[in-house]
């Protein structure tokens, strides 16, 4: 029946005819069957329509991790819908901004969330707030009236809208990354082939499924192929420790592996079930590479992607991980490094990292300047990444052209937070950056100036972030200086902050 959707039909095919197949198991509910899975979004899918669901509307979503938010993802796209993930950290105030822009239909949220998020939604003219709570006020699930064989078959081809993923800018402004069924669909077959998960695979699970790591690989590509998830509502190197001698592979950022590290449990015999360890979202450490396999026997795999593109490259499944690479461009992925003048840089040289492939999305939600800024007429997506590729054909990345701190996998935009530092009494600007963490891989430190003969603290400023901005973009350190350090031009000087606070 789902012949009609292009990406759902994809998600759906290797699970006909085993419905009684288990798709995930969790510690903190019952597990779940593919059977169960497909029924519950099709009864979701059915409702949403049942409550004014035209095709095309976008469905924003800031909900706890679990399997029904996975229904609810399903059942959006199955409705002819765009699915549009919150990370569950935003304030209201940052939620406020993503409503506006994307104009949602609906918004689900968690239930302590609702009566802060009924006023921002009203405003922003969305016509349903609901939780995913079985009782009270909103509950979508009490809403579920409806059977599920009233749901209309709306038609979705491979260039039609599936999500909207957000992404901030180097200005503050966050970008809406339109990704279509056929990019989401197509990068999934892709990595499920390239990587050489089967139905007999267990995965597990311990991402957040508000962006494209946990949502668009880990769990479509198990959709994709019919295997099982150890379902994690968090990470938690206890239960994955305890949870490895049933599974066979792995999805994470390098902060998971760098606090596996440190378990007492983590020996090569615990890990001989698994046949594969994934990282990606942020650079890995050599020594962390180094530790894993000295400790494991295994390599971990580091793959580049982003949220307008899916997965771009990966190391080799079967050959040569090399370290301190991100390996070579996945099939249909075609990738080039170029110079300040759009020419191909030589072979060994630093350029500027473009992409172009089915995977790369359609552009950004109501910023069609934006989009041409970064998105050329031929297809060629600018990613803001600058790379090396060696002899082999290996790429590395190398730098960053866009301002941006990734922490523990999460991206992280300087300028956001210097917009609201500059605010607050007492502060004359700031400078915001991102220096070496062992954990978390690069960690928020704010560098202030104060106002003369103004007084301003560090907590000060930590308490009046804290309301504005989810917890893991606030600065971890504050350091106020008598000037920030400037070049001819003006510009901030942030190579040499960091120089200065690494130290």
């Not at 950022?253 to 760098?258: A, L």
């Not at 500027?352 to 997506?381: A, C, H």
Request: aromatic residues 8%; charged residues 20%; contains cysteine.
């Amino acid at each position: 029946m789902y012949e009609h959707n292009y990406l759902a039909q994809h998600l759906r095919k290797a699970s006909i005819n085993h419905e009684q197949d288990i798709f995930a198991e969790s510690r903190d509910a019952p597990s779940m069957s593919y059977g169960e899975l497909f029924s519950g979004a099709e009864l979701i899918a059915t409702n949403l329509q049942a409550m004014g669901l035209q095709t095309g509307d976008r469905v924003a979503v800031q909900a706890k991790k679990s399997l029904t938010v996975i229904q609810l993802y399903l059942g959006v796209i199955l409705a002819g819908g765009v699915y549009l993930p919150l990370n569950t950290d935003y304030t209201a105030t940052e939620v406020d901004y993503f409503l506006g822009n994307a104009r949602p239909v609906f918004l689900v949220c968690d239930p302590a969330k609702y009566e802060s998020l009924i006023p921002v939604a009203t405003d922003a003219g969305v016509k349903n707030t609901l939780t995913l709570d079985s009782e009270g006020e909103g509950s979508l699930v009490d809403a579920l009236k409806v059977s599920a064989d009233e749901l209309v078959k709306v038609p979705r081809g491979k260039n039609d809208l599936a999500a909207i993923l957000y992404t901030s800018g180097t200005t503050g402004l966050s970008k809406g990354a339109m990704l279509s069924h056929g990019a989401l669909a197509s990068n999934a077959l892709v990595l499920a082939d390239y990587w050489q998960f089967s139905r007999q695979d267990v995965l597990i699970h311990a991402l957040p499924i508000f962006h494209t790591h946990g949502l668009f690989v880990a769990t479509n590509i198990a959709l994709i192929v019919g295997c099982r998830l150890i379902f994690m509502p968090r990470f938690s190197p206890d239960a994955i420790i305890e949870a490895m001698p049933k599974a066979t592979s792995l999805m994470g950022v390098p902060t998971f592996y760098t606090r596996l590290l440190m378990h007492p449990k983590l020996t090569e015999a615990l890990t001989s079930n698994m046949r594969l360890f994934i990282s990606g979202s942020a650079p890995m450490l050599t020594e962390t590479h180094e530790q894993w396999q000295q400790i494991t026997g295994h390599t971990i795999l580091e793959r580049y992607g982003m949220t307008e593109t899916n997965m771009n490259t990966s190391n080799p499944y079967e050959g040569e991980r090399r370290i301190g690479t991100v390996g070579f461009a996945l099939p249909g992925v075609d990738l080039r490094l170029t110079d300040s003048d759009c020419v191909e840089v030589s072979p060994g040289e630093i350029g500027s990292i473009e992409v172009r492939g089915l995977n790369v999305f359609s552009g950004y939600w109501q910023m069609p300047e934006k989009t041409r800024q970064e998105l050329r007429e031929d297809g060629w997506f600018i990613t803001g990444d600058l790379g090396c590729i060696d002899a082999e054909g290996y790429l590395s990345i190398v730098g960053r052209s866009k301002d941006l701190i990734i922490s523990g996998g999460f991206n992280i935009y300087p300028k956001e937070i210097e917009s609201l530092i500059d605010r607050i009494d007492g502060v004359l600007e700031s400078a915001v950056i991102g220096i070496a963490d062992d954990d978390f891989g690069e960690k928020v430190i704010a560098v202030v100036v104060a106002e003369p003969d103004q007084t301003t603290s560090a907590e000060l400023i930590q308490n009046s972030l804290s309301s504005l901005i989810a917890k893991f973009k606030q600065p971890r350190q504050i350091h106020f200086v008598d000037a920030l350090p400037r070049n001819a031009m003006g510009k901030v000087q942030k190579n040499q902050l960091r120089e200065t606070f690494s130290a």
